[in-house]
């Protein structure tokens, strides 16, 4: 009687990283060109031969033009190759376990500089693009929507310390942190009037501790 071969299982393990690694080229010369050339002016077929792959692997790895650079954003704003929820973010965290008001407006300044040194040329090639392009501007009123709910997230813990200044109120808060955490304030200030990141850094974290809060 010939005995069985046992079948081999098959290891997807190499292929996988071979895919991601593809489609982290992929992102990348996405990001570089969006950012050099502008969202209009960078085609997918070019795209894809700068990344050394072809089209058709481009649409299947990260989707259709407006999807891509939205999953661009979501990658600057994570810091990750993939979408991150703010509360698993590793700052937010530390921010929350955080007691000292100050500190925990320190640790998000840190954060906002890394952030937007991703973000911010990202934004002003979606900006220069979304008149003509509504997807755009739809991805980027909704992401400017939910940063606009974790404030108010950011606000209300604030709001637990009893530091913040008398007549404050948690939404008023909120509207202050979330206009001068944008990128287009990084972007006027790095982008366009030279400031070093460490710079804004610092300047955002004294800002919001003097706006924000008693005894500063």
């Given at each position: 009687m010939v005995a069985r071969r046992k079948?081999?299982?098959y290891?997807?393990?190499g292929r996988r990283a071979a895919a991601a690694q593809t489609r982290g080229a992929i992102l990348e010369t996405a990001h570089r060109l969006f950012v050099e050339r502008g969202y209009h002016a960078t085609g997918m077929a070019e795209i894809a031969r700068e990344a050394g792959v072809n089209v058709d692997t481009?649409?299947?790895?990260?989707?259709?033009?407006?999807?891509?650079m939205r999953l661009l954003l979501e990658r600057a704003i994570s810091g990750g190759d993939e979408p991150l929820p703010a509360e698993q973010?590793?700052?937010v965290q530390e921010m929350r376990a955080e007691r000292d008001p100050a500190r925990k407006l320190a640790l998000y300044a840190a954060a906002i500089r890394r952030i937007q040194a991703r973000l911010a040329p990202l934004v002003r090639a979606v900006q220069a693009a979304a008149s003509a392009k509504p997807e755009?501007?739809?991805a980027w009123q909704e992401l400017s929507a939910r940063r606009a709910r974790n404030?108010?997230?950011?606000?209300?813990?604030?709001?637990t310390t009893g530091a913040l200044r008398p007549l404050l109120g948690v939404e008023e808060v909120a509207d202050v942190i979330w206009a001068t955490n944008s990128p287009?304030?990084?972007?006027?200030?790095?982008?366009?009037?030279?400031?070093?990141p460490e710079r804004f850094e610092a300047w955002l974290a004294d800002a919001w501790r003097r706006l924000?809060?008693?005894g500063a």
């Open positions: 079948r081999r299982r290891d997807s393990t481009v649409y299947a790895a990260v989707g259709r033009k407006p999807e891509l973010r590793a700052y755009l501007a739809r404030m108010r997230a950011l606000a209300a813990d604030l709001a287009e304030l990084y972007q006027l200030l790095v982008g366009e009037r030279g400031w070093e924000l809060l008693t």
